[in-house]
């Protein structure tokens, strides 16, 4: 399965990357060589090579630019030091506040103090682009890039063209800050040693060795959209505002998460105010409950004190004291005042009996009587139904005879039957 191709960020400040990359993308782990190397990304023309597998040689003598190199390309050889026509030391002229527009040229360093620029100096080891070669080159160097604002005709004399092959060559071929060319003072140092112009983008001249003629194609037009890139800072953008946007959908994830979280507290919070509000109409209802009871205990409690007061009233009173012995006797068990009282009354009641049933001629007399006065009638026969529920007692030698009558001579209780039934057949009439 065949890979997707690399996507091609360009980081160069005039797409001198693109056009490098469509001569020689077909080129694994190339090698290169960056005079004048300023920044390990922003304007690198080395960046989109070293990414895609290629290392080579840094050359920047600024101090302050050489350090980054050190931290972000480890497989890169990164010297501190400028490159010209003879080894020794240069001094080097930089402006703070424009990156890319250090120089050894004091001219140009003049004309930026007059432009209004701070300028600031220091002394740097100088090289020949020859000896680094001699020191650090062990095969092919596909490209050389030189930019160092002013200074490229001394770096190329000190190049040896006839030992060291680059394929291509990319020269700065202006004036510093300016579109004016200066090729012409450094150009015959680089067409004698078999190199042929390719192309001018606007600010660098392009060449190509005469034995690698077939990629002279490949540098005629400018870089465009078949070639599939973007620019770094495009990209940058692109790459930050998709982590924006991102962070922008997290957050608005987020909100809507604690949106409903809030929600959620809400409806929980109009349950607890729910249940609260049943608690206190309970609370409400228990108290009122316990205020009536309370009520009811106290209107209990007054009516007990009340009746106790009215009993102590009653035990205290005179009469409560004087009838304490009828009390007593009334209760005595069988020999209590009730009971004596209603043997007594059966008593007379058959001494009556008796007394009535042995005169036959008031027995005669009664029943017509009773006929004639309702009163009589009533009378007697509720005396004869008391005899007869009188009857506590039995006899074992006369079972059906009530206790109330057992004391009458037996003419007598005849007599009291034939009493009985003529009332009995008077009351049927």
């Known amino acids: 399965m065949s890979q997707a191709p690399m996507t091609l960020i360009s980081y160069s400040q005039n797409f001198e990357d693109v056009l490098l990359w469509r001569a020689l993308k077909h080129v694994p782990q ?4 960056d005079v004048g190397a300023n920044d390990p990304v922003l304007h690198s023309v080395t960046k989109t090579f070293y990414d895609a597998g290629w290392h080579g040689i840094n050359i920047e003598p600024m101090p302050s630019y050489h350090a980054p190199f050190l931290e972000q390309r480890p497989r890169d050889i990164n010297l501190g030091c400028a490159a010209g026509a003879a080894a020794g030391e240069i001094t080097l002229f930089e402006v703070p506040s424009m990156n890319g527009w250090a120089s050894t040229d004091a001219d140009v360093a003049a004309q930026h103090r007059a432009d209004g620029y701070e300028v ?8 020949t682009l020859a000896e680094i070669c001699a020191s650090h080159v062990a095969g092919e160097i596909h490209f050389l890039k030189i930019d160092v604002e002013g200074f490229e005709g001394e770096v190329l004399k000190g190049m040896d063209f006839a030992r060291w092959r680059p394929w291509v060559l990319v020269v700065e071929a202006t004036l510093p800050g300016s579109t004016v060319s200066n090729h012409a003072s450094w150009e015959g140092l680089v067409l004698p040693h078999d190199y042929h112009f390719a192309y001018f983008d606007g600010l660098n001249r392009y060449y190509v060795a005469g034995e690698h003629r077939e990629l002279l194609a490949a540098l005629q037009v400018q870089a465009n959209v078949f070639d599939a890139f973007t620019p770094y800072h495009l990209d940058k953008a692109l790459r930050e505002n998709h982590d924006l946007a991102q962070q922008v959908n997290a957050n608005w994830q987020r909100v809507e998460e604690l949106a409903a979280a809030v929600e959620a507290v809400q409806q929980d919070k109009l349950k607890l105010g729910q249940e609260l509000q049943a608690a206190l109409a309970a609370r409400q209802a228990a108290a009122s409950e ?9 209107q209990a409690d007054a009516w007990g004190q009340d009746v106790e007061q009215r009993l102590l009233a009653v035990y205290a009173s005179s009469s409560w004291r004087i ?4 009390r007593a006797i009334l209760r005595r068990g069988p020999n209590s005042l009730p009971n004596l009282a209603r043997r007594k009354a059966r008593g007379a009641l058959r001494r009556s009996l008796r007394w009535l049933t042995s005169r036959e001629v008031l027995r005669r007399s009664i029943l017509p009587l009773m006929d004639r006065i309702p009163v ?3 009378l007697v026969g509720k005396l004869l139904r008391a005899a007869k529920r009188a009857t506590a007692d039995t006899v074992s030698d006369a079972p059906d005879v009530p206790a109330l009558l057992r004391e009458l001579p037996q003419s ?3 007599a009291l039957a034939d009493l009985q039934r003529a009332f009995d057949q008077q009351a049927k009439h």
């Not at 600031?120 to 090289?127: E, I, S, Y």
């Not at 009838?323 to 009828?326: F, M, Q, S, V, Y």
């Open 30 to 33: 190339g090698f290169y060589i």
């Open 376 to 378: 009589l009638n009533t």
């Open 290 to 298: 316990a205020a009536q009871a309370q009520a009811r205990l106290l």
């Open 120 to 127: 600031t100096q220091a002394t740097v080891p100088l090289r």
């Open 412 to 414: 007598a209780r005849g």
């Open 323 to 326: 009838t304490a012995p009828l």
